[in-house]
């Protein structure tokens, strides 16, 4: 792909003028108020001045920006952001992230004007006035900024921009502190206008400031990432954006459609029709010819580049991002979608760039896309994707760890990188997706990996005994995509529509949004995270024979030569859990259901809502406890023989497993988290609640029970295994019965189990069933759950 990186210079520049000689009143009084009348040209002598949407200007002197506020009671759009932030993923404050965007207006009273967020939310679309201010009086508006006045005409005011520039408008101040992360307020003496980004243009206009926010009782994660704790300085960026032309044709939201819903409540609608609309958001796009079998766009939409990201991860940035073009131009569009290199000069924050940008963080973290989209219509004015840098290495890591390639004779990671990138395409289709309109389909690696959109875990195939990685993610849009694009930007009627989401119900296409998917005691069957295959107890199956293959060779090629041999533990990590999301899809069987976003009249009869048959809940049941077995759970001997504790210079973090075993590594722990993970899944008070109602929770509690508390211990380690296990489960049994969220005859009858299972206890003398009935003695004379174990945690997989 040939990439351009060229835009016409007159985008780029900013307009600058002399300075006018309009002459402006000004009011007396206030901080910045002049004392008597003068022109804007002598209040802005030696001020750098830019025309643009809204001129303003610049006074070095005092490190002061005025704001020329010629559109009075007229509607636009504020965007804030934050250019440059703090760096850490746990925080969630970073370069590029965008803040609330608002629809405002200024507004002038006396000697201030006021900023005012107009309430887009509760609205009349009517053309009579009293309607539509029946409801603006109904509903409170938002004032958010202040802004004095220091000179004006009969047609502008000039204002001081300057503190609410330098005011916590993205809210870093209350983010810390919910983090407990520390308290802090903005030091306007350690703040200021940062000139080099404050740019006027015709449509919008884009201001920029240093601020320090300074405060005390930093948090761990703050201390991580500033070389001072007692001060986070970053920059805030405003923008300020004409609305839209007219002519964009907004477009009614289908909870099948695959995108976003952009909601509010209409109070001219007719008495008998929803009150409640909801529109797809989407980017404007046009055909020039739409009699053309092939036609190029209007105004394409095109995508930039962070030019930060280096190779080989830039090219496979900028051809993930571009498969989007295809499922353009199977509506008939030539070139509607592009990727380039964002030039050198131009600013990321700046509305008129759709930006995908590059974001390094401490720790790996999540990817985002995210948008400046018009609350009136839907329409999306920007896109801008979060990608990352450090996402790349966990799967470069899961790939190693799955095939040891480190070989004294011959490393050769050539396959291992490959499939790193080949995520990376993915991922950055994903994100790009996200801020075209698209939401997560989680439905879709389990049906024949159909979309982009979903999240995916790498596809590992056994070939002569060992794992591959030659399949590990689809190329490509999948049908779903072509679907979903097909659905939001084709020029198609409402009737057409509807013919599309028949026919994609008719090739089995499967949809589930996050609401469904994400919970872990979810009810949806197909809706999961990092999952693969259409069955998932088969998947799971499968993917426990590639896991132990890859525990079978683990060892010294799993790690670099000139690595300490203590770094066999973070290698080892996501190929133990290789399981982790298969695990948590098969429990989602329990006391799960089949069912899909349905409206009234897609079926001749409606598909509606059907349980997991019993069949399968228990084949899902009896897969899930597997995973709870010694030979499960046990890692080989001579893997154990080659982890030491920490080399000199490194320590265990959140990649690491958390043991009990001071510096040394503790195999049991590691089954422990593991075995927490499962269990945790099967007696979520949801599921419990669900399998009651279904006359099953007997049978799975007794299966529970029968493979952790009541089993016979074996002899050696694998006793050891079962006895934490059986701590674990214990732990987890009682979590779920005095879970506010359980109903109280699931809470019967597991009390009742429980009950029957602590008689048995009092019939052995092993110190580890001794130990859980005083805990259950104890619960019933306290009425109190007070544990004296605590399962330790999985370290983080997502995401990947």
Known sequence: MKVISLVGALLLAPIFIATTGVALATP????????QAVTIAEFSQN???QRGYFDFYYDASSDKVYLLVDKLAQPFIFQSSLPRGIGSNDIGLDRGQLGDTRLVQFERFGNKVMLKQLNTYYRAESDSLAERLSVEEAFASSVIAGLPVVASNDSAVLVDYTEFLLSDIHQISASLAAQKQGNYKVDSKRSGVYLPRSKAFVKNTELEALVTFSGDKAGA??????????????????SLIALPEPGYQSRDFHPYSGFWPVEYMDYASAFDAPIVKRLLPRHRLEKKDPTAALSEAV??????LDPAVPEPVRTALLDGASWWNTAFEQLGYKDAFQVKLLPADADPMDVRYNVIQWVHRATRGWSYGAGVTDPRTGEIIKGHVTLGSLRVRQDFLIATGLTAPYSKDNTDTTSQKAMALARIRQLSAHEVGHTLGLIHNFAGSANGRSTVMDYPHPQIDLHNGKPALDNAYREGLGEW???????????????????LVQSARQQGLQYMADQDARPQGGVSAIGHLWDNGSDAVAELQRLAEVRQTALNRFGLNNIDSGQPLSSLQEALVPIYLLHRYQVEAVSKLLGGAYYEYELKGDYTSPKGFRWVDNTKQQQALQALLDTLSPDYLTLPSSLLALIPPKAFGDSNGRESFQGRYGLAFDPLSVAEASANHTLQLILHPQRLNRLSGQQQL????DAVLAAT?????????????????????????????TSV???????????????????????HKDANYQQLLGQWQRYLESGLWQPVFVPKALPPGSPI
């Open 28 to 35: 007396q009084g206030g901080d910045t108020a002049v004392k």
């Open 47 to 49: 001020m750098v001045h």
């Open 221 to 238: 994660f703050v201390k991580q990432v500033t070389p001072a704790a007692e001060a986070i300085s970053v920059h805030l960026h405003h």
């Open 299 to 304: 105004k394409p939409i095109v995508y930039y």
């Open 481 to 499: 995509d072509n679907y979903a694009i097909a659905y939001g930007y084709g020029d198609n009627s409402a009737a057409q529509r509807q013919e």
């Open 698 to 701: 007997g049978t799975v509690l």
């Open 709 to 737: 508390l009541k089993q016979k211990w074996q002899n050696g380690s694998a006793a050891l295994l079962q006895q934490r296990v059986a701590h674990v489960a214990f732990y987890q049994l009682m979590q779920s019965l």
């Open 741 to 763: 969220e359980l109903a109280p005859e699931a809470k019967a009858l597991l009390q009742h189990k429980l009950t029957e299972l602590a008689k048995g206890l009092a019939k």
